[in-house]
């Protein structure tokens, strides 16, 4: 009905960039927060970076000052802008929202989801 598809991972040397995108797609009446989570192996699922409905965003400290997450409510994308990337970056990285959607039938009903998308792996290595 609605899923979440990530792009834009791959392999960077440190120091290097990668800008990740999330395009939400489905019966979507609205998308509330978005954010980025990420796993390293061996290692439990984290908050990257977060970006509510009006386009506040929020970071965990590892990340401060060299990722930026943005979003294009008109596109029902989102965006993680990763910079000087490290190799303790490397992890299979997750886009999450929250979205209303609408469902089929009448009279017309909305229905609020938490979706996950399949994730996207990023390798920082020389």
Same mark, same amino acid.
Not at 23 to 35: D, L
Not at 121 to 125: A, E, I, K, P, Q
């Given at each position: 009905q609605v899923q979440l598809v990530e792009s834009g991972g791959g392999l960077v040397q440190p120091g290097g960039s990668l800008r990740l995108s999330c395009? !939400?797609?489905?019966? @979507?009446?609205? @998308?509330?927060?978005?954010?980025w989570y990420?796993? !390293?192996p061996g290692k439990q699922r984290e908050l990257v970076a977060a970006i509510t409905h009006s386009g506040v965003p929020n970071y965990a400290d590892s990340v401060k000052g060299r990722f930026t997450i943005s979003r294009d409510s008109a596109k029902n994308t989102g965006y993680l802008q990763m910079n000087t990337l490290k190799p303790e970056d490397t992890?299979?990285?997750y886009c999450n929202a929250g979205i209303v959607v609408i469902e089929a039938g009448l009279p017309k009903r909305y229905r609020a989801l938490e979706v996950w998308g399949q994730g996207t792996?990023?390798?920082?290595?020389s």
């Open positions: 395009a !939400a797609s489905g019966s @979507i009446f609205s @998308i509330n927060a978005m954010g990420r796993q !390293a992890a299979v990285y792996l990023v390798t920082v290595s």
